[in-house]
DNA sequence: CAACGTTGTTTCAACGTTGTAAACAGGGCT
DNA sequence: AGCCCTGTTTACAACGTTGAAACAACGTTG
């Protein structure tokens, strides 16, 4: 094991809590005592042990992030940013995947006990908002990017209804009459996909249009690439909303290697503003919600949930959002 | 803080480190004991406080992954499957990003200390083989997809002078003549840059073709797409290897939209097999590196040196990888 | 029946840290 | 000299866990 404050406390020749006062700034330590003990320090190249100091103080440093998968571009680039807002309040963060599985959700909500992470980030797909109420751990919690009506945790999101109305209204805008929806799913009651549904409905019935809803099951390129490749097959539609952009760019795949054409026979919109989008052929409109804020307010939440253990009312925060059009729904395509 | 095991054992009548016992699985405890014991465990939902056992065992039971950027889709792909590998060795994982700057990763190898983590798992790019050899800490370290030359690590890679020979071999294959090399590097002295370019160039030698190297900073899209509209201004290739996959794929922005046809007027191959490759239009050809393999490689060294403290030689693993060829390089183009 | 091994359980100490409270030194005041 | 400040330093205990060693009870063996 490393140096301890035992070591530099016997090189210092000085007691074991004065170099534990010098260590963490206690004011009233005498300049040439702090003098000798920071020599000490150096020479010893002292680290603190974070194993002992949490356990005396019962923190760990550590939060975890639980999401459905890594390498989905959207939650890689969302994990950044949490990673670093959590080191300005010099945390850890550990992340873990729970592949949207319903049991795996469960785990992370009764285990991270067992990690003794002092509180969680929790993007959840299949877990429903009563279960979540029904936790008997009183860890720390901050939701993110997840609806739960009437939520038992704090949570951060962006408008969801309304981003998904605006970029149905840009489709819309276009001049396009046969706008489909894709990504609505079966099984999920409490995620965000009934949500975008709304939004898009609010807008069809608004211009007294028709709709066209596609279900998946996921939110991968595969899903879009197999729900485009079967709108296709049916009457057509002239422009898709995406309730992602991995469907959208599968989507816009399926469109392609049919022989169409993106925008001019189908203009295609997704949301998430994932960075492949702006590289793709035709460059992709969409919905980019800023990660960074959401990020930030997760984080926020979290800290004052750990520090200020009075249980006051879950907070319901909205971070804002950009509408980005590309090329995907140009209006001279 | 939760239950303990002092409280535990008052419930059961019995002293603390009898329940550690049971809870550690020790062999000789009565059965009558074990039961009251495992009754009172589960009664009180124990959990074991990491940081506690941890201070005591030496060990904390997390390892840092450090890499560039988790939102370059191969690192995220990459992560999961360290992230999968270590949670079978009951590991939490938690995630460092250098963003490539050489102080930072300056600040990880010298930092990791601060966090206790038991292990490193190390993606350099910045950084120098002295530089690690100079480290004075002894945490158990693996470095990951990089090639320095003697490490003084244990390391785990695919063979990219190989690979890189391969995916110009099948540039070539198509009867191509102008085949360029995208993404050497100038600063890079330890990098995979110098090897896929060797590579490249032991192809180009055995067919007395003319090199056509093109440098970038960073290896992004935008990277991609900045160093093929500048080779497509000069005297224009008809194949360009890009070295990693988001430069293809920027790459392809930039053929695409200067109104050149890719393969047909310019073949594209990249390498690292990103999600993002199979669904761009055209599909890009790359080589598949067994990413976990990689993963679980690096966690088996790093386990290695964690358990057995010995000081053998550092080892050197070669990870398998797949030729994958798709439309950016079909011969009808 | 004494010595011994086995099984089951406990006591003790230690991992490195920090909050509490108390001890100590020096200076200014009565 | 005795007192109370203020500033500085220290002893002690505790956080929860587990390895080492001790101990008790019991059956086996010579």
Not at 72 to 90: G, M, N, T
Request: proline fraction near 4%.
């Amino acid at each position: 094991m490393g140096t301890s404050l035992r070591d530099v406390a016997v090189l210092a020749g000085v007691s074991v809590k004065t170099v534990s006062n010098v260590v963490n700034g206690y004011a009233h330590v005498a300049p040439a005592t702090r003098a000798r003990v920071e020599e000490a320090l150096a020479r010893l190249d002292y680290r603190p042990n974070l194993s002992a100091r949490n356990l005396r103080q019962g923190r760990t440093g550590v939060i975890a992030l639980a999401l459905p998968e890594l390498d989905a571009p959207y939650f890689a680039e969302l994990s950044r940013f949490v990673i670093d807002a959590a080191a300005e309040q010099r945390w850890l963060v550990v992340i873990e995947q729970t592949d949207g599985s319903l049991e795996r959700e469960r785990q992370i909500l009764d285990g991270v006990r067992d990690h003794r992470v002092d509180g969680l980030i929790f993007s959840p797909i299949a877990i429903g908002a009563d279960e979540l109420a029904a936790r008997t751990d009183d860890t720390a919690l901050v939701l993110l990017g997840e609806r739960i009506h009437d939520g038992p945790a704090d949570h951060v999101a962006i408008d969801n209804v309304r981003a998904a109305r605006d970029i149905t209204e840009h489709l819309i805008g276009l001049g396009r009459a046969r706008v489909a929806a894709l990504g609505a799913q079966d099984s999920s009651i409490s995620g965000t996909a009934p949500l975008r549904l709304a939004g898009y409905r609010q807008a069809m019935a608004a211009h007294g249009l028709p709709e066209i809803v596609a279900t998946v099951e996921r939110y991968h390129r595969a899903d879009g690439f197999a729900a485009m490749t079967a709108l296709l097959e049916g009457e057509r539609p002239d422009a898709v909303f995406c309730f992602n952009d991995l469907l959208a760019l599968g989507a816009m795949r399926a469109v392609l290697s049919s022989g169409l054409r993106v925008p001019g026979d189908v203009a295609l919109a997704g949301l998430d503003d994932i960075e492949d989008g702006r590289y793709s052929t035709p460059t992709l409109t969409t919905v980019a919600p800023d990660k960074s804020e959401l990020a930030r307010i997760a984080v926020d939440l979290l800290k004052r949930r750990i520090d200020g253990r009075a249980g006051y009312a879950p907070q319901e925060v909205r971070a804002g959002y950009r509408l980005m059009v590309r090329e995907s729904t140009a209006p001279a395509g």
